[in-house]
């Protein structure tokens, strides 16, 4: 369906869970890592009914998100769900990869169709320093879904001017050498990510000291824009901040606890739990809040932080 700014909306990304098992500095405030207390997430059963009622109003694309969607024991069965509907729902997912290496069969035999895997250092000493996580492990993961034919990889990295600037080559060589696509991410001021901003960098000082030539190709249907190098090695940039893509957003957001949100940086909310018994009323409340979708966000004049960290919406 069309927004009231004709934008065509057309993608829902749910959070499956609030929790994870790394704790990304700039993600989810020190005070808060271990004080999530949810009522409850959404059920097998209630994520099917949102996504179906999505995909009577043109939903075709769904990703999967957390938290960290692989502390789900249900999440093949969510799988399974979704692609058992009658539409072509494409089925995508974010994770850390922590867990990936034991999953990525029970995902894919599942009916998943691609992963974005987020790494924001190369070097295993970073890596730690910035999540509390294991690099190996992520690097086992990425490898088993290559044995296993899954070919639409992606790896997303925030960019943190005091952390891995000095690794954006390593990440292309990284790229090249694993069959994967490499997007960088500008630093959002959401949540937690508010205090961080000293480690803000706009993609386009990246994208000038790397010389790089804009391409019209855009794999997937997301925000990225995309580049090439001097080798003709693709890279991506995801710039909410320094490039506001609103103006073709074309995504829907539901929390773990059943919340739909308009925008990322929106504090607005709808709850749909009190529709789920119905499909009717569901599809009917989706469809009323999708035309009050607003019209932007204002992150780039961020001056107080948002109510949920960003590991509690989904990225």
Do not use: W
């Amino acid at each position: 369906m069309y927004d009231a700014l004709g934008r065509c909306i057309d993608y829902m990304r749910i959070s499956l869970n609030d929790n994870c098992n790394l704790k990304c500095f700039y993600c989810v405030s020190r005070e808060n890592r271990h004080n999530y207390k949810i009522p409850s997430f959404l059920s097998e059963d209630s994520v099917i009914k949102i996504v179906q009622a999505g995909e009577a109003l043109g939903i075709r694309k769904v990703r999967l998100t957390g938290g960290e969607p692989l502390l789900r024991e249900d999440i093949g069965k969510i799988i399974k769900g979704i692609a058992h509907l009658n539409g072509d729902i494409k089925i995508a997912m974010t994770t850390n990869g922590m867990l990936l290496e034991n999953k990525a069969k029970e995902l894919i035999s599942s009916g998943l169709n691609s992963i974005n895997i987020s790494i924001d250092s190369l070097y295993e000493d970073k890596y730690f320093a910035i999540t509390g996580g294991r690099l190996n492990k992520v690097l086992e993961g990425i490898k088993r879904c290559k044995e296993l034919g899954l070919s639409d990889i992606k790896i997303n990295s925030v960019l943190l001017k005091n952390y891995n600037l000095d690794e954006v080559e390593a990440f292309l060589a990284f790229g090249e050498e694993n069959d994967v696509l490499v997007r960088f991410i500008e630093l959002m001021p959401v949540g937690e990510g508010i205090n961080h901003l000293d480690n803000y960098i706009s993609s386009e000082e990246i994208i000038d000291i790397m010389k790089l030539k804009p391409i019209d190709i855009r794999p997937g249907e997301g925000p990225a824009t995309y580049y090439k190098d001097s080798r003709g090695r693709l890279i991506g940039f995801i710039k909410p901040i320094s490039h506001s893509f609103c103006g073709s957003c074309s995504r829907i957001r539901i929390t773990s606890d059943g919340k739909l949100k308009l925008c990322l940086y929106s504090d607005e909310e709808i709850d749909l739990k009190p529709y789920l018994s119905s499909h009717e009323k569901l599809l009917e409340m989706l469809y009323e809040s999708i035309l009050r979708k607003p019209t932007s966000h204002q992150m780039n004049k961020a001056k107080e932080r948002t109510l949920r960290d960003m590991v509690r919406i989904g990225g």
